[in-house]
DNA sequence: TCCATATTTCGAGATTTTTCGATATTTAGG
DNA sequence: CCTAAATATCGAAAAATCTCGAAATATGGA
């Protein structure tokens, strides 16, 4: 857990909203025929609602993924991004046991 | 609460660490006799455990103020800084509502 | 093999953050 | 009023981050 990285990785709105919004498959096109049934939103998807050039998004997921906060996983030309639930979890729980005071 | 100021507070370690050390009195040396009664800790005291220059930890402490996790209080020359506990912990509840994946 | 598509990596200019020393401000005390 | 002490603010150089387009890489299919 490097909270360094992690924090830093937080340090950016659109960084934060794209990880709100792979909590939701939803939140993106539907996925191919041929990926429905994999997890995961590819980097175009990402892309499309971020607004920002791809190598912008794919910096941005490498840095997400650096932090713990999303895996990679590679399907032909695509690759998956998911949320890494137990990681941002115990990120969460780390955050919450430096900052608060705990009796 | 603002999330982009608070995030961006903490994305640096020395800051946070200020933040721990506040957790408790006895992390600083011995308040003078007159100040004994007082909560917080003045900038002098937190800028010879932060070992970095005067101007910087003023910055800090006015950064982490401006994000809502510390207050500031004078009290004749000096400028007693203290954990706000209550903003603290919003802000805890928020990153975990925000991050988190909640049922 | 050659091409098209998806993604990553690279290089660079623009912007932001860091951190300092110098200066300004505030207050206590003589 | 004048000085000293504590802190805040200012201005600037160095470092880091942001963001892009171009180029490189990886893969699947004709």
């Given at each position: ?44 998807y ?23 906060f999303?895996?990679?996983e ?30």
């Amino acid at each position: 857990m490097d909270m360094e990285r992690s924090i830093a990785a937080l340090n950016n709105p659109i960084r934060r909203k794209i990880l709100e919004w792979l909590k939701d498959r939803a939140n993106f096109p539907p996925a191919l025929p041929e990926h429905a049934d994999l997890e995961g939103v590819c980097v175009g998807y990402i892309q499309e609602k971020a607004q920002l050039s791809q190598s912008t998004v794919s910096n941005y997921m490498g840095l997400l993924k650096q932090a713990g906060f999303v895996t990679a996983e590679r399907h032909g030309q695509w690759t998956f991004y998911r949320r890494n639930e137990d990681n941002i979890r115990a990120f969460v729980a780390a955050m919450r046991t430096e900052l608060q005071h705990l009796p």
